[in-house]
Each structure stands twice: as C-alpha cells, then as structure tokens.
C-alpha cells in the first residue's frame, strides 16, 4: 500500500520533501490516521455546517458539536 506522499507522487503533486519510500509510512502519518473516529468504525455527523441553506461555504463544527454513533453499523 502506497504512502501518502507516494499516492500523492503518482498523482504528480509536486512534494518537497527530499526523498521519500514508496511503502514508507511515517509514525505522523499512522497517528493521524489513528485518531480518527471513523477508522475505528463509527460514524460521525454534523462535521461541517452552512451558515444558510444557500451559501456554498461550509465552516467546519468544534468537535464538541459532532454527533458520534459509536455502534457498528454491520452485524457479521
């Protein structure tokens, strides 16, 4: 599985970091995915928000105001 620069790389973003390993994935990077809830399976709302139903610009929500459904939503 790629790294982030590297997907980022065969997309032909322009990185600046110097060198960088196809399948290297940095501790930065694993913790950043960590963290999110999604990962571990729940489900998160109301992230973002408008501040009319016709402005295009969305504002992102303090994550005190998400909604997180901590249930799995598959039964195996």
């Known amino acids: 599985m790629f790294s982030p ?6 997309k032909g973003e322009n990185l600046t970091a110097v060198s960088y390993d196809e399948c290297g994935w940095t501790a930065t990077a694993v913790s950043k995915i960590l963290e999110r809830k999604e990962y571990l399976g729940h489900s998160v709302n109301f992230k973002t ?13 303090d994550p005190l105001q998400w ?8 039964q195996l």
């Open 5 to 10: 620069s590297a997907y980022l790389k065969s």
């Open 49 to 61: 928000r408008r501040k009319s139903f016709k402005s295009r610009k969305k504002n992102e929500n």
């Open 67 to 74: 909604k997180i459904l901590e249930t799995p939503m598959w």
